[in-house]
């Protein structure tokens, strides 16, 4: 069966220090993944997605940005964080054939920014 | 654009007392509907898939519909363990490859004894 992992589960960031989010999926190949933001009382946000390695797609221009170095693994990073970039985020991945299949959730990162 | 809205926001029930939640969609050409339940601190829980409208599933207490404007979640004679938060996705149009899901806001559900 297919697992998602983010790491880690909480973290608190001084303002202007940098950011490293990981997100690795086991059991599957060639997956597309995501990274989003969930504020409080608001939807999720899709912030980046990424069809395949190196292939990085952006939806929000913004203070992040995200990598994918292998075939699981999503990095999501900031040089300098802002207050604004508190909130929850969320890894996911879907398969990439057949098209219009549910995307799965990773547990999710606390961030908070002090 | 794509656009989800959920109603109620929130919604308190008495154990037993059923319920339905609300997702209406305006979208491109709709590929897929999607329900999800949250629960505090957590990621969203993948709970069903509808892709035409009149079709219909359901799980345990739960039980989703389609029409070509909106989703219920129906719950049947709720339990306290089914108190979270419910979010409805679309997958509309062509999508790029990316399968990309707009999601609604959810609807917050507590369940009472």
């Known amino acids: 069966s297919q697992t998602i992992h983010q790491w880690p589960a909480t973290l608190v960031q001084p303002v202007g220090s940098p950011l490293s989010l990981e997100c690795t999926v086991e059991g599957t190949s060639n997956p597309n993944l995501y990274w989003y933001r969930q504020a409080a009382g608001r939807g999720l946000q899709l912030l980046f997605y990424s069809v395949g390695i190196g292939q990085i797609s952006s939806e929000v221009p913004q203070n992040l940005s995200a990598s994918r170095p292998q075939d699981r693994q999503f990095i999501l990073s900031s040089k300098k964080l802002l207050l604004s970039d508190s909130g929850f985020y969320l890894c996911?991945?879907?398969?990439?054939?057949?098209?219009?299949?549910?995307?799965?959730f990773g547990d999710g990162t606390r961030l908070s920014i002090l | 654009e794509d656009q989800v809205t959920q109603s109620p926001e929130a919604l308190r029930l008495q154990e037993g007392e059923s319920s339905s939640l609300n997702c209406s969609y305006t979208v491109s050409g709709l590929r897929g509907l999607f329900w999800y339940r949250q629960d505090p601190g957590k990621g969203p829980e993948f709970l069903f898939t509808?892709?035409?409208a009149g079709e219909e599933k359901e799980k345990e207490r739960l039980k989703a519909t389609l029409t070509k404007k909106e989703s219920f979640l129906h719950i049947t004679a709720p339990k306290p363990e089914d108190s979270a938060t419910y979010l409805c996705?679309?997958?509309?149009?062509?999508?790029?490859?990316?399968?990309?899901?707009?999601f609604g806001t959810g609807t917050q559900l507590k369940v009472e004894l």
């Open positions: 996705a679309v997958q509309a149009g062509v999508t790029g490859g990316g399968n990309k899901l707009t």
């Open positions: 509808l892709y035409s």
């Open positions: 996911a991945w879907s398969v990439r054939r057949p098209p219009y299949q549910p995307q799965h």
